[in-house]
C-alpha cells in the first residue's frame, strides 16, 4: 500500500523506484541462501514492488499511437471491444471501449490505441459488455474543474486505464458483433429479468443489487433514505453478504454430509463442507461481479474456510493482510477506491478491537449466551461505524446519527432473511420457477418491511447531519485515538498516543478557527464550474458569501453544486452560507444553487425576483421553502451593508425595475436585469455584474463611475461581446479581470474584441478555463491574487 501510494505520487519516477527494489531484492535473496533473518529488506522490496506497479497507469510517457497521442481535431475511426456495463442516463448510455493495438510488418502502430469512454447521445440500441463496435469520433482529454482540494477525475479514470473521451451519436457507432454470453453472465441476466417480472419497484431493484450486485435499478430517493439511515453499505455486497452465504452453505453441506458413510466414517464431514462452501462463497462473488468489497471478503472466507480444511488456525489480521495482497497484485489501483478503503477499514477496525474485547470482563462475564452475543453484536457495529466514520466525512461529507440503531433492524432482517431466502430462490429457479417465485415474493415481503423501518428512521429530524471534510492529518490523529483508546488498558503507551493526538488535534482545530472565524482578510474567490458562474466571498471573522454557484442545463446530467461548489466549500470547512446571491435564473448562475440549499445553512437569499419555466428554477424555490431561507423581496434589500468592516452594495438593478418594464407592457431582459453587487474592504473592491449587457453597464454608467470603481472585475456576461463596453470599462478602471468560462467556449469568452479592450487598458486578464479558480486575498490596503494553476503553464 505504500509503494502503491508513493508510485502515484511520483509517477515518472520509475528508475528511484527501481533500483531499491532491486538491490533489495538481491540482498533477499542472499538472506535466504545463507539462512540470515532478511529484517527490512522484504518491505523495501514490496514498497519498490507496489510502487511500480502503479506507475505504468498514471505515466505521461505512453507508447507511440496510444490514443493520448490522437487527441485532436481529426475524426478517427475506432474498432474495439466494449469492457465495461453500460451506463444509462437521460438520453444517452456510456461505457469504456478497449480499442486494441495494430501493428504493420513493419512493428509501427496503425490507428490509435487504447481505452477510451464512449458516450452515446440519443436514443439507440442498447449495447453490452463485450460487443464489439465501430465508431467515428474526435478524442477528447479528461479535463479538471481546477479548484483547491478539487477531485482529480483525470488521474480517477487514468487508473482505470482510461485516457481519452468520445462523444458520438448512435448512427456513428456500428455494432461488429454481439458478445457471447458467459455462463455467469447469462445467469445474471436470467435473474435480473425474473426479478423485474415478479417483484415490484423498489423491492426489485435492491433485491438485484444484493443478489448480482447490479445497483442501477435503485432510485436516487431510495439510495438517500438508505444514506439518511445509515445503511447504505447493506447495498454493496461485502464482507457481511458473503459471510452469510458461507455460514448458510457451511451449515448445510456439513448436516447434509452426515448422511454420506464415506466422509462420515473418515471425520471428514467439516472438512468437505468448508470445502464445498468456498466454492459456493466463490460462485456468489462470480455472481456478484467481484467488486472489490466482494473480492475482500471472497478471499477472507477462503482463506478461513481452506484454514479449516488442512486443520491450520488462521489469524484474523493475517488473513485481511492476504486478502489486500490478492486484491492489489491484480488491480494496484484498488487501492484508491472508495469501496476498497471502506471495506477494509471496517474489517480491520472490527478485527483490532475484537483483539481488545478479550480484555473487556463485562462483555465476557454476561450471561445468558444470547446477551452476551447481542452486547459482541453492539461492539461490532460500532467499531465498524468508528472505523470508517473518518472515510465517509472525508468522501461523502455525510453522518449518520441513527445508523447503530438502524442497523439493528436492517441486518438481521436484510442480512440473516432477505438475502438467504432470496439466494435460495436463486437456486430453486433452476429447478422450477413456482417455488423461486414464492420465494422471491417472501424475500420481498420482509425487505419492504425493512424499508418501513429504514424510512422511519430516515426522517427523524437530523438523522444525518452534513460535515466538513476532514484533512489527512485530521483523519490520521483520529485513527490514533481510536487505535490507543481500544488499546488504553495495556498501559504507558496507549496513554501517550493519546496525549499526542490531543496535542496534535488541538494545534489544528486552533488553526482552523483562526483561518475561518477569525482572519481579518477579506477573500474573494472565483470558482472554477465549467461555462457558467459562482463567487465565494469570505469576509473577515468568518462571514461568507455566495454569488451565483454555476450549473449545466440538466442536473441530472452533471451537479455543479453536489460535484464543485459544495466541496470547495467543505475543503474550506464552510457549512452555513450566511448570504446566496443569485444574479439571474439562467442554468449556469442557478442550478448549482440547488444542492447548497439543499444540504448547507443558509441563512438568506437575494433574488431579483424574476422567475424561469425550468426545473432548476421550481426546484430551487422548492429547496427554499422546504429549508424555511429566509428570502426578502427584491425591493426590501438593503442597498448597502457593512458585514465585519467588509462593504456590500447592491448597484442595479433599480428598485422599481419590474414595474418599469410591465409599464412598457414587456418583460424585463433576464441578463440585464442581474443583481449587481460591490463588495470592498478599504481601499480594495470587487464587482460582480452578473450577465449584465451593454444596455445595464450604461445604465449603471449614468449613475456615476464613483460607485463602479473596483480593483478586481468579474468578467461581464463571462466577457462575451455584447458586455464590457468602453464606457463601462473607463468607468470601472480595473486591474484584474475574472472571466468565468468553460473550456469548450474558450474561443468565444472571452470575445476577441472584449480581450482587445482588456489588452489595451493593460488589464491582467485571469480565466478560469486556463487558470482555474482564482483567489484573491486583501486586507484592504493590498491584494495578492493566487491561481490553482500558473497562468503561464497551459492547461491541458
Known amino acids: 500500500m505504500i509503494g502503491i501510494a508513493a508510485g502515484a505520487m511520483f509517477p515518472d519516477a520509475r528508475l528511484f523506484f527501481l533500483a531499491p527494489c532491486t538491490l533489495a531484492a538481491a540482498v533477499l535473496v542472499y538472506r535466504l541462501f545463507c539462512q540470515r533473518p532478511a529484517r527490512l529488506t522484504p518491505l523495501v522490496f514490496m514498497i519498490g514492488i507496489g510502487a511500480l506497479c502503479i506507475q505504468p497507469l498514471l505515466t505521461d510517457h505512453l507508447p507511440e499511437g496510444h490514443i493520448v497521442h490522437r487527441i485532436d481535431d481529426t475524426i478517427h475511426t475506432l474498432t474495439g471491444t466494449i469492457v465495461s456495463e453500460p451506463i444509462f442516463g437521460p438520453g444517452r448510455q456510456r461505457f469504456v471501449v478497449d480499442v486494441p493495438r495494430q501493428e504493420s510488418s513493419a512493428g509501427r502502430p496503425i490507428g490509435p490505441f487504447g481505452r477510451v469512454r464512449v458516450t452515446v447521445i440519443g436514443a439507440g440500441a442498447a449495447l ?76 426489485s431493484g435492491i433485491l438485484r443489487a ?62 468437505a463442507g468448508a470445502l464445498l462452501a468456498m466454492g459456493a462463497v466463490i460462485g456468489y462473488g462470480l455472481l456478484a461481479g467481484m467488486s472489490p468489497s466482494t473480492q475482500r471478503a471472497v478471499i477472507m472466507v477462503s482463506t478461513f474456510m481452506l484454514a479449516m480444511v488442512f486443520g491450520r488456525s488462521s489469524d484474523p489480521l493475517n488473513t485481511l493482510a492476504l486478502a489486500a495482497v490478492a486484491i492489489l497484485a491484480i488491480d494496484p489501483a484498488a487501492l484508491f477506491s472508495i469501496s476498497f478503503q471502506l471495506s477494509f477499514a471496517a474489517v480491520a477496525a472490527i478485527l483490532y478491537g475484537m483483539e481488545s474485547a478479550d480484555h473487556w470482563a463485562f462483555i465476557q462475564k454476561v450471561h445468558p449466551r444470547a446477551l452476551r452475543r447481542m452486547l459482541l453484536f453492539v461492539f461490532v457495529s460500532v467499531l465498524a461505524i468508528a472505523g470508517t466514520l473518518p472515510l465517509t466525512a472525508y468522501y461523502f461529507n455525510r453522518i449518520s446519527l441513527v445508523g447503530l440503531a438502524a442497523n439493528f433492524l436492517v441486518i438481521p432482517l436484510i442480512g440473516f432473511a432477505v438475502v438467504p431466502l432470496a439466494l435460495g430462490s436463486a437456486v430453486f429457479l433452476v429447478l422450477a420457477e413456482a417455488p423461486a417465485a414464492a420465494g422471491f415474493a417472501a424475500a420481498a415481503a420482509l425487505l419492504n418491511l425493512a424499508m418501513e423501518g429504514i424510512s422511519l428512521f430516515a426522517k427523524i429530524p437530523h438523522a444525518a447531519v452534513r460535515v466538513v471534510t476532514p484533512s489527512l492529518l485530521e483523519i490520521a490523529v483520529y485513527y490514533v485515538l481510536l487505535g490507543a483508546a481500544l488499546k488504553l488498558h495495556t498501559g504507558r503507551k496507549a496513554r501517550l498516543a493519546i496525549a499526542a ?34 463567487s465565494l466571498l469570505e469576509l473577515p471573522r468568518g462571514k ?75 426546484q430551487f424555490m422548492a429547496a427554499l421553502e422546504a429549508g424555511g431561507v429566509r428570502r426578502p423581496p427584491f425591493e426590501g434589500l438593503e442597498r448597502r451593508r457593512i458585514l465585519n468592516g467588509a462593504r456590500i452594495e447592491i448597484l442595479h438593478p433599480q428598485k422599481d425595475f419590474m414595474a418599469r418594464a410591465s409599464g412598457k407592457d414587456r418583460l424585463p431582459d433576464a441578463n440585464d436585469s442581474s443583481i449587481v453587487v460591490r463588495a470592498g474592504l478599504g481601499e480594495v473592491n470587487f464587482l460582480f455584474p452578473g450577465d449584465a449587457m451593454a444596455s445595464a453597464e450604461s445604465e449603471m454608467v449614468s449613475i456615476g ?26 468607468c470601472v478602471k480595473p486591474e484584474v479581470v475574472i472571466v468565468s468560462s468553460g473550456w469548450s467556449r474558450r474561443r468565444y469568452f472571452p470575445h476577441p474584441t472584449v480581450q482587445k479592450r482588456y489588452c489595451e487598458r ?35
Not at 487514468?158 to 457471447?180: F, H, I, M, N, T
Not at 451449515?251 to 454420506?260: D, T
Not at 464613483?706 to 470599462?729: C, E, I, M
Open 544 to 618: 461568507t458569501m455566495l454569488i451565483d454557484g454555476g450549473g449545466f442545463s440538466d442536473n441530472r446530467l452533471f451537479d455543479v453544486g453536489a460535484q464543485v461548489v459544495a466541496p470547495l466549500l467543505w475543503r474550506k470547512k464552510i457549512a452555513t452560507v450566511d448570504t446566496v446571491v443569485l444574479s439571474h435564473p439562467n442554468s449556469d448562475h442557478l442550478n448549482g444553487l440547488i444542492f447548497i440549499v439543499d444540504n448547507f445553512k443558509v441563512k438568506e437569499v437575494w433574488t431579483n425576483g424574476l422567475a424561469a419555466d425550468t426545473e432548476g428554477y421550481r
Open 762 to 796: 493593460n488589464l491582467t486578464v485571469l480565466c478560469t478555463h486556463r487558470c482555474g479558480a482564482v483567489t484573491v486575498v486583501t486586507d484592504g490596503k493590498e491584494y495578492r491574487v493566487q491561481t490553482v494553476v500558473a497562468p503561464e503553464e497551459k492547461r491541458e
Open 705 to 730: 463611475c464613483g460607485r463602479l470603481a473596483a480593483t478586481v472585475l468579474a468578467a461581464p456576461h463571462h466577457g462575451s461581446r455584447t458586455s464590457s463596453t468602453t464606457g463601462f470599462l473607463d
Open 501 to 534: 493526538a490531543l496535542l496534535i488535534g488541538g494545534g489544528d482545530a486552533c488553526h482552523w478557527i483562526q483561518h475561518r472565524l477569525w482572519h481579518p482578510e477579506m477573500r474573494v474567490t472565483g470558482i472554477d464550474v465549467g461555462q457558467g458562474s459562482a
Open 128 to 203: 453490452a459488455r463485450g460487443d464489439r463496435i465501430q465508431f467515428d469520433a474526435k478524442l477528447r482529454p479528461f479535463r479538471n474543474f481546477e479548484n483547491p482540494g478539487r477531485f482529480d477525475y483525470r488521474r480517477y479514470m487514468a487508473l482505470q486505464g482510461v485516457r481519452a473521451s468520445a462523444y458520438v451519436k448512435p448512427a456513428d457507432v456500428k455494432l461488429l458483433a454481439e458478445a457471447a454470453p458467459g455462463p455467469m453472465a447469462t445467469a445474471r441476466r436470467v435473474l435480473s429479468s425474473f426479478i423485474s417480472a415478479r417483484v415490484d419497484a423498489p423491492a
Open 210 to 271: 444484493l443478489l448480482i450486485g447490479d445497483r442501477d435499478g435503485i432510485s436516487r430517493p431510495v439510495r438517500e433514505m438508505f444514506n439518511r439511515a445509515g445503511v447504505g453499505h447493506i447495498l454493496a455486497i461485502s464482507g457481511l453478504h458473503v459471510g452469510i452465504v458461507a455460514a448458510a452453505a457451511f451449515f448445510a453441506f456439513r448436516h447434509c454430509l452426515v448422511f454420506f458413510p464415506f466422509f462420515l466414517k473418515r471425520g471428514w464431514t467439516r472438512k
